[in-house]
Nanobody
Framework: QVQLVESGGGLVQAGGSLRLSCAASGGTFSSYALGWFRQAPGKEREFVAATSWNGGGKTYGDSVKGRFTISRDNAKYTVYLQMNSLKPDDTAVYYC?????????????????WGQGTQVTVSS
């Protein structure tokens, strides 16, 4: 199995930027696709972005299109989430997740492995 560790969260003003990182260890890394999800208090876990380690395909949730960018560094087994033009509604705990499949990438149950999460707070 794969272990995931997120970093890079913090406090930022509206309109600012943050870059989240997710480092993976263990498992057969080339077999996993990775996604980013977020969850705010009182809300369901929301799909943010996903990418395959090998295929290069990228998808984004409607609420972050044009503002967030997912990328990967296979040599470092790391996936990134660049977040620009941040809004207070982006405030949430952000999770990195891995799956051996790449079908319903927007569904949390598709992902077997999850990181511990990193808090992102956007002030107004």
């Amino acid at each position: 199995q794969v272990q995931l560790v997120e970093s890079g969260g913090g406090l930022v003003q509206a309109g600012g930027s943050l870059r989240l990182s997710c480092a993976a260890s263990g498992g057969t890394f080339s077999s996993y696709a990775l996604g980013w999800f977020r969850q705010a208090p009182g809300k369901e876990r929301e799909f943010v972005a996903a990418t395959s380690w090998n295929g290069g395909g990228k998808t984004y949730g409607d609420s972050v299109k044009g503002r967030f960018t997912i990328s990967r560094d296979n040599a470092k087994y790391t996936v990134y989430l660049q977040m620009n033009s941040l809004k207070p509604d982006d405030t949430a705990v952000y999770y990195c997740a891995a799956t051996e499949a790449y079908k319903r990438y927007w569904v949390p149950n598709e992902y077997a492995y999850w990181g511990q999460g990193t808090q992102v707070t956007v002030s107004s």
